[in-house]
């Protein structure tokens, strides 16, 4: 990735983190030099001249820059460990102040909130997908089987909310599609009952011209499902990764998937109780 990339990326970053264009300008161009004034910003950025200083102001009072008032005013960015950290507890702190203000919504209207166990729902997008796995791992109290259609979800972070579930005594197994990941996450997880998988579609569709992966399915005590997929795309990106959850033992898609990962489980011959 060349500068001028870096560049973008990061004034794009900022902006995602609150700042608006020219203040996220602003502070990469002084992140650039050890200091400089309003013509120097400007210089080395598309902030116009007029417009510094109210950048400035807004990057000052957020803790991201440092004045020496001099003349002229000379600017310097603090180290990025601290303007990261300014940035993340600002971000942390707004997404506090979002849970409670809308926790103390009322209602608009009397429905019962509890959720249908017939319903299914649609969760589009990694970010989305990603924290609803958090969320069903975290939920998880006696069982969880996660298989790995696609080794790009194996993530650091994955791995991490696995082994919290582990020291709280759930029991885990882990479904991958070849050996080679099988021996990875066995040396992770060497409490975990990890195999490969057993459900051929996992790995390659049975029709022609369908390029779809699937890239998790995730059951949760036997009683919570989670299926998402994506197309590949030439960078192996997951942008367009889309899913499907339901929650409830006698939901459909839960039932259909419970005995479907059943039969990819050949070691766990009591996966699926026998209701009958």
Do not use: C
Request: a negative charge; charged letters at 25%; aromatic letters at 6%.
């Amino acid at each position: 990735m060349n500068d001028i990339s870096n560049q973008s990326q990061a004034i794009e970053l900022l902006q995602e983190l609150g700042l608006k264009q020219y203040e996220a300008e602003a502070f990469v161009a002084l992140t650039r030099r050890q200091r400089g004034t309003a013509k120097d910003i400007s210089d080395s950025s598309e902030v116009p001249r007029t417009r510094v200083y109210d950048a400035i102001r807004v990057l000052e009072s957020k803790g991201l820059v440092e004045t020496q008032h001099s003349t002229p005013q000379v600017f310097r960015a603090v180290s990025i460990d601290e303007a990261v950290n300014t940035l993340q507890s600002e971000y942390i702190e707004r997404a506090e102040s979002l849970r409670s203000t809308l926790g103390g919504l009322e209602p608009a209207d009397d429905a019962d909130t509890t959720e249908a166990t017939h319903e299914v729902w649609a969760i589009s997008g990694n970010q989305g997908i990603t924290s609803r796995t958090k969320q069903l791992i975290e939920g998880a109290t006696n069982e969880l089987i996660f298989v790995i259609g696609h080794e790009s979800v194996y993530t650091d972070q994955l791995i991490t909310q696995l082994k919290s579930a582990e020291t709280r005594d759930v029991t885990i197994f882990i479904g991958t599609v070849n050996e080679k990941l099988k021996r990875r996450v066995q040396d992770a997880f060497p409490e975990a009952t990890v195999f490969v998988s057993g459900l051929d579609w996992l790995r390659q569709s049975p029709f022609a011209g369908d390029d779809t992966e699937i890239s998790r399915l995730l059951l949760v005590d036997r009683e919570a499902i989670l299926v998402s997929s994506f197309t590949e795309t030439g960078d192996n990106s997951r942008e367009h990764e889309k899913g499907v959850f339901g929650r409830g033992f006698n939901n459909g898609l839960v039932a259909i998937s419970r005995r479907l990962m059943a039969t990819g489980l050949p070691s766990v011959d009591d996966l699926e109780d026998d209701t009958d």
